[in-house]
DNA sequence: ACTGGCATCGGGAAATTTGCCCGATGACAC
DNA sequence: GTGTCATCGGGCAAATTTCCCGATGCCAGT
């Protein structure tokens, strides 16, 4: 094989997906060989291109990051997928390495880390960014979140929207949908982590880590 | 006047009143007085023997702790309240001291606090255990509560259980009124402090501080 | 003792939400 | 094509929320 790393990145965002590919191409040894915008042009190009490394964001409209890298894995359960993701919430890494990533670095790391993190996922190594692997650690330590697997990753993002104390209608206007859709999600999401009641649901939430206690805490009122 | 400090204790249960008089009456120069099983009570025995330092617990039945500090202040705004308390809520301390108790320990203390904070208190010094010397100053950083001061004492006692995460009914059965009751005060507590739904409510009342975190992240599911 | 204020307790009734059902659609695997 | 599953939402009875109300009791002031 070559010396160099092939390289596709995944984004919704043309000017985001810009900006990488100039970082990543100062790397002697790295080549960007394909970008895709979606999930479903990540899987075709993937196909068609069979990179070393996918980098990814698992955001993607229709959220079909995650289904995406199960895609690809089931196409080619040699390929390494690192997910380069904003949210530091260890649920969505968790919910990545089982979807069959490699590694989760957020958005938020040194450039360098991500340079690390694709060197290191072409070796075939698992990588986490720090932040994320000391809140899995945590976790692993703490609570069993097995419940939250249970989710659906739509379901996953109405209670997020939800634990913010957005109404219905609010979650409804964001995601494009009716409220009524919203209510039976929320039902669902009870019945699925097994909670009678919305404070229940809030502190099950708080145990589990998907609400950032410091930055509740902050907040303004 | 006399060197020994005449005291008043006031809790709902005699064997707690006995073991505290025990401990008490080993220092040579405390005398216990007098007890009151509730807030009534204490307020006829406080005018009638004009102890130095009272010493209460606010959780009485009626919930009238609070109230008989007022009064009894408002008898002899000289009047030495300490409340020792079980709850290690620093709103506790908050309501108390509002209602003019001059210190507030709580009943995990050691024994020893206690007999240096009556002590204290018959000097007219404000005392706080340690714990809630340290809540409350980490709330006076943090944030402004002044809604919660809006609430009853009988509203407040709600809210607590309600943050438990308890239904209409377990509360109503607690409390022994109606599960009726309990949803209209349920309405009351979030239009006092302003909330529309239970999850804003619960996010309130965690940056309040009126749930204990560690314990809600430690406790079992 | 009377009065006014306030906390507590709960009934009533309309509006809203919940709980659980259902079918329709679309994406994907086999 | 067929099966599975996620997503979306309608329907509808049951439950709850919301806001009103009056009754009671405690306490303060006169």
Same mark, same amino acid.
């Given at each position: 094989?070559?010396?160099?790393?092939?390289?596709?990145?995944?984004?919704?965002?043309?000017?985001?997906?810009?900006?990488?590919?100039?970082? &990543? %191409?100062? %790397?002697?040894?790295?080549?960007?060989?394909?970008?895709?915008?979606?999930?479903?042009?990540?899987? =075709?190009?993937?196909?068609?291109?069979?990179?070393?490394?996918?980098?990814?964001?698992?955001?993607?409209?229709?959220?079909?990051?995650?289904?995406?890298?199960?895609?690809?894995?089931?196409?080619?359960?040699?390929?390494?997928?690192?997910?380069?993701?904003?949210? %530091?919430?260890?649920?969505?890494?968790? %919910?990545? =390495?089982?979807?069959?990533?490699?590694?989760?670095?957020?958005?938020?790391?040194?450039?360098?880390?991500?340079?690390?993190?694709?060197?290191?996922?072409?070796?075939?190594?698992?990588?986490?960014?720090?932040?994320?692997?000391?809140? &899995?650690?945590?976790?692993?330590?703490?609570?069993?979140?097995?419940?939250?697997?249970?989710? =659906?990753?739509?379901?996953?993002?109405?209670?997020?929207?939800?634990?913010?104390?957005?109404?219905?209608?609010?979650?409804?206007?964001?995601?494009?949908?009716?409220?009524?859709?919203?209510?039976?999600?929320?039902?669902?999401?009870?019945?699925?982590?097994?909670?009678?009641?919305?404070?229940?649901? =809030?502190?099950?939430?708080?145990?589990?880590?998907?609400?950032? &206690?410091?930055?509740?805490?902050?907040?303004?009122?």
């Amino acid at each position: 094989m070559s010396d160099s790393i092939r390289i596709m990145l995944v984004d919704d965002h043309a000017i985001v997906r810009e900006g990488y590919r100039a970082l &990543l %191409q100062k %790397q002697a040894n790295f080549e960007v060989i394909a970008e895709a915008c979606d999930g479903a042009e990540a899987y =075709t190009l993937y196909k068609e291109h069979r990179p070393d490394v996918v980098v990814m964001d698992i955001s993607l409209p229709g959220q079909s990051g995650l289904k995406a890298i199960e895609r690809i894995r089931q196409f080619d359960n040699q390929a390494k997928v690192l997910v380069f993701s904003m949210h %530091q919430n260890p649920s969505f890494a968790l %919910q990545a =390495t089982r979807a069959g990533a490699l590694g989760y670095i957020t958005k938020s790391s040194d450039p360098e880390v991500l340079i690390r993190a694709i060197v290191q996922i072409s070796n075939n190594k698992h990588t986490l960014s720090a932040d994320i692997a000391q809140a &899995l650690a945590m976790e692993k330590l703490g609570h069993d979140q097995s419940a939250i697997d249970e989710l =659906t990753v739509r379901e996953f993002e109405i209670l997020r929207l939800l634990l913010e104390a957005k109404s219905s209608q609010e979650i409804a206007d964001l995601l494009n949908i009716s409220p009524k859709t919203v209510a039976n999600s929320h039902y669902i999401i009870k019945k699925k982590l097994g909670v009678n009641s919305d404070i229940e649901l =809030t502190r099950l939430a708080i145990k589990m880590n998907l609400v950032n &206690l410091l930055e509740l805490v902050d907040e303004a009122t």
